[in-house]
């Protein structure tokens, strides 16, 4: 069982930056993939980045490439998003997901979800 807790979240006006947290629990953290995805109102639950239990590989979705940044800290048992250039459209529910597959993009290859952390950009 492998528990995640984001945090980071908030209000920020567009143009700002915010950072999420994902601290996750268990001793095998290094082993599993990462990744992040978002829910806006109304909208089905997307892909936003991934990043690999070596930190090797790493990719976004085609919206925020150049603007969001993914990493971890195997050490720390936590993976971060850097949100940068915030967009009105980028408002949404930002969950933290892991997986045993090599990346994580698509919704069946998560294996544990987080409770989420809302972010909203004022325009």
């Known amino acids: 069982q492998v528990q995640l807790v984001e945090s980071g979240g908030g209000l920020v006006q567009a143009g700002g930056s915010l950072r999420l947290s994902c601290a996750a629990s268990?001793?095998?953290?290094?082993?599993?993939?990462m990744g992040w995805f978002r829910q806006a109102p109304g909208k089905e639950r997307e892909f936003v980045a991934t990043i690999s239990g070596s930190g090797d590989r790493i990719y976004y979705v085609g919206s925020v490439k150049g603007r969001f940044t993914i990493s971890r800290d195997n050490a720390k048992n936590t993976v971060y998003l850097q949100l940068n250039s915030l967009k009105p459209e980028d408002t949404a529910v930002y969950y933290c997901a892991s997986s045993r597959a090599r990346i994580v993009v698509l919704l069946r290859d998560v294996d544990y979800w987080g409770q989420g952390t809302q972010v909203t950009v004022s325009s």
């Open positions: 268990g001793r095998t953290f290094s082993s599993y993939a």
